[in-house]
């Protein structure tokens, strides 16, 4: 007898009229036709069903922040870097805790089971540290969270950054940041990088580094980073997030750049939403979008992902953290619309940023965890293109969150159609 059979499933790979039985915690059957009783079931008859979205880049001790102490009126990067400086002496622990679990409520709702928070040390209080460190002790039953320690205002540029990054790390941080083009110059930025790589290797940590999030072709830090990874050996734990430069770079250095970055083993993440927004500000026509060459990453093999970054705070006023949101703009943004392409669009918010992240146990396989979201769509490119409900979402084996399936009822003289979107909805009535 197990706890909970899905049946009849959609598997992202393509699998199609597959049951999944759970017991306990974990996946005990992924077959068709499974010769079991359960003491659930759920009907997932043409629904996609996936392992939980995941957003490997997200800034929670900023979210739901809008607003305060002033709205981001330019809408630039730097005027959000200001706005926050700003908001940090008012800062609580309670206030900061209290935005980021209401967040993850949305997450859980929106079946993102995975976050990767960077957390800002430049304020000597470190705050944010301990509030989203308790908030990642009381989600792990509901959310795998981890946190970056990230010197926002630059590791040498601040003084106090090193001091802060080491007491966040000592407190139970799990990665090491750094965001070398804020640095005051580029020689700077560079040993920025290397000092940060350094220490992640001497503690056997991963590193997560806003790198080159810049319309200036220049800013080459990707490569240092790449270059520092190889020769520390951190191949497969080291991610360079933005990357925003490479969009503005000539095609004969990037074309030296990305075997550099494949053969170093360094993960990539773009983040659609906020790239496009606060990229190409300077510009007037042709004016640039900023997101990273993804489309050329992704063909590199390095793993790419895509992060939501913010979420109504001082660099992004919309958002409500629903990745298939970011997986469709990275789509369009990246004219990724081939078919696998399309298919890797949805592997960006799931299976690739659970390996950045080295999520243990992650996928639907006997054996992993019992983490699951059954979705109002047949296939991933449905998902996307409907950013389709999450009808549950499991964690555990236990349904965490549900929704009851999206319709529209269409009154016309010969009868009422019943719309949702889907391909399968273009009946006769």
């Not at 999030?213 to 734990?237: F, K, N, V, W, Y």
């Not at 050329?296 to 109504?312: K, N, P, R, S, W």
């Not at 009822?409 to 009946?427: C, E, I, K, S």
């Amino acid at each position: 007898m197990l706890d909970l059979i899905i049946r009849g499933a959609t598997l992202p790979d393509g699998r199609q009229n597959i049951d999944i039985g759970i017991e306990n915690t974990r996946i005990a059957a992924v077959e068709p036709n499974l010769q079991a009783e359960a003491t659930a079931t759920i009907d997932a008859t043409g629904r996609l069903v996936t392992p939980p979205f995941v957003d490997a880049h997200i800034h929670l001790d900023s979210t739901l922040s809008l607003g305060q102490p002033r709205m981001n009126l330019s809408g630039t990067l730097l005027e959000g870097i200001e706005i926050w400086g700003e908001l940090k002496p008012d800062l609580t622990i309670g206030a900061i805790y209290q935005r980021a679990k209401n967040l993850c409520l949305w997450s859980m709702a929106r079946g993102t089971l995975g976050i990767r928070s960077h957390v800002d040390v430049c304020d000597d209080r470190l705050l944010a540290v301990q509030a989203l460190l308790k908030l990642r002790e009381e989600m792990k039953p509901y959310i795998d969270i981890q946190l970056v320690a990230f010197p926002q205002d630059g590791y040498l540029r601040y003084g106090n950054s090193e001091a802060n990054l080491q007491r966040a790390l000592d407190m139970g941080v799990d990665v090491i940041g750094g965001i070398p083009h804020f640095e005051r110059t580029m020689d700077d930025g560079r040993l920025s990088v290397q000092a940060l790589v350094r220490l992640a290797a001497e503690r056997g940590l991963m590193v997560d580094m806003h790198c080159d999030e810049s319309d200036d072709p220049l800013s080459r830090h990707i490569e240092t980073l790449a270059a520092e990874t190889a020769r520390h050996g951190m191949g497969g734990r080291v991610t360079g997030s933005h990357l925003t430069s490479m969009h503005s770079m000539d095609n004969y250095y990037v074309s030296k750049l990305i075997p550099l970055i494949a053969s170093s083993g360094v993960h990539a993440i773009a983040n659609p939403l906020i790239n496009i927004t606060l990229q190409g500000r300077h510009d007037t026509y042709p004016k640039r979008r900023g997101m990273t060459r993804v489309k050329e990453l992704m063909a590199a093999g390095i793993t790419t992902a895509f992060g939501h970054d913010d979420v109504m705070d001082p660099w992004y006023t919309l958002g409500s953290h629903d990745m298939l949101e970011v997986a469709s703009m990275g789509l369009h943004v990246g004219q990724l619309t081939g078919l696998e392409e399309i298919k890797s669009c949805f592997a960006a918010v799931t299976a690739n940023p659970a390996k950045i992240m080295g999520l243990q146990n992650y996928g639907i396989a006997p054996g992993n965890h019992a983490d699951l979201v059954v979705l109002q769509a047949p296939d991933a490119f449905d998902a996307i293109r409907l950013r389709a409900e999450r009808l549950y979402v499991i964690r555990r084996g236990k349904i965490l969150a549900q929704a009851a399936p999206r319709a529209s009822q269409v009154h016309l003289p010969g009868g009422t159609a019943t719309v949702d979107f889907t391909r399968t909805d273009l009946t006769a009535f």
